[in-house]
Nanobody, 124 residues
Framework: QVQLVESGGGLVQPGGSLRLSCAAS????????MGWFRQAPGKEREGVSCISSSGGRTSYADSVKGRFTISRDNAKNTVYLHMSSLKPEDTAVYYC?????????????????WGQGTQVTVSS
């Protein structure tokens, strides 16, 4: 049974940092690209960052470039999103997902399996 479980969300002040983790079970991440997405209330789900199966290719939304870093540890079957210089507009539920190909677009419709999400709230 394929399962993705996100963790690491919470309440943080503007300018702070968080590291999200996405642990996979039921399959090996070795061969698949992974992505982080977010959805704020009243808004569509958007791609935040994606990473190829090897970790050699990454992409970021313009709104998070220079502040967020995606990485993966295939030995631990886990993908991470390190977020720094957080802003109130980063507040959202963050989801990880896999697209079952080694690399590709960072578009939600192209991803097949999703986690349940973790809430990130940036507020003073």
């Amino acid at each position: 049974q394929v399962q993705l479980v996100e963790s690491g969300g919470g309440l943080v002040q503007p300018g702070g940092s968080l590291r999200l983790s996405c642990a996979a079970s039921g399959f090996s991440l070795d061969y698949y690209a992974m992505g982080w997405f977010r959805q704020a209330p009243g808004k569509e789900r958007e791609g935040v960052s994606c990473i190829s199966s090897s970790g050699g290719r990454t992409s970021y939304a313009d709104s998070v470039k220079g502040r967020f870093t995606i990485s993966r540890d295939n030995a631990k079957n886990t993908v991470y999103l390190h977020m720094s210089s957080l802003k109130p507009e980063d507040t959202a539920v963050y989801y990880c997902a896999t697209r079952y190909t080694r690399y590709g677009s960072c578009v939600p419709a192209d991803f097949g399996s999703w986690g349940q999400g973790t809430q990130v709230t940036v507020s003073s």
